[in-house]
């Protein structure tokens, strides 16, 4: 029997490089600078202006809830106040009983200074029960949770006539009294970008103005 032999064929691929390897040229390199450098114009002033959109709006769904906090307490008779946690960044109002002694309205204008001994004292054992809600309790009528503020909005400070210097952490408050009068507080908030907005509460109707910038009291306040 005869055998025949297959022989196979071997197909050999010879790769070849390139021995110039091409890079950037000058030309393309200022084109891709030139493209960054635009998309940066417009970059940069779109997020500053997110972040102050969202600052302006914080501001006036605050406004809001101090103006829904006042209300609630000249309907109910009852001591109402707004937390500001600097910590936390929320904010929402409490509600206390009607015969929480606190500082008489009508001394607000004098920043407190006619302050009776009986009501500091009063002031200081209802501070120490802050922390307990011994005294105050979330009023969900107006703010079912605590509010909290959007990414790159925070409190720069709280100033009332409560306190001496501005308030910059812990908690600060404005309360509202049964007869109509509110604690003059103003709040300033800020945001990433470094805009600024200023609350301004007016103590004897208990109106919110929103003021641009960081406004002082002096210039809250001023006829």
Excluded: C
């Excluded at 009986?118 to 949770?145: H, I, P, Q, W």
């Excluded at 605590?146 to 600060?172: H, N, Q, W």
Aim: glycine share 4%; aromatic share 8%; proline share 3%.
């Amino acid at each position: 029997m005869e055998k025949k032999a297959e022989t196979g064929s071997t197909r050999i691929f010879r790769a070849t490089t390139s021995s110039s390897n091409a890079g950037f040229t000058l030309l393309e390199l200022l084109v891709v600078f030139a493209l960054i450098a635009v998309i940066a114009v417009f970059a940069v002033p779109a997020v500053s202006n997110h972040y102050k959109l969202n600052l302006n709006s914080t501001a006036r769904e605050m406004a809001s809830v101090v103006k829904e906090g006042y209300n609630a307490t000249v309907v109910t008779r009852q001591i109402n106040r707004v937390v500001y946690d600097f910590e936390k960044g929320e904010y929402w109002v409490e509600s206390g009983p009607s015969d929480t002694l606190l500082d008489a309205p009508e001394n607000q204008d004098k920043d407190f200074k006619r302050e009776s001994v009986r009501n500091r004292r009063s002031a200081d054992r209802d501070k120490d029960k802050n922390d307990t809600g011994a005294a105050f309790a979330m009023n969900r009528l107006v703010t079912r949770s605590k509010k909290s503020l959007p990414s790159g909005v925070e409190f720069e400070d709280v100033i009332t006539a409560r306190s001496r210097d501005p308030i910059t952490k812990g908690k600060a408050y404005t309360h509202f009294f049964p007869h109509g009068a509110a604690e003059k507080t103003i709040i300033h908030l800020k945001d990433s970008s470094n805009h600024q907005i200023s609350l301004v509460i007016q103590p004897l109707i208990g109106k919110t103005r929103l003021m641009q910038g960081h406004v002082t009291e002096k210039e809250a306040y001023e006829e």
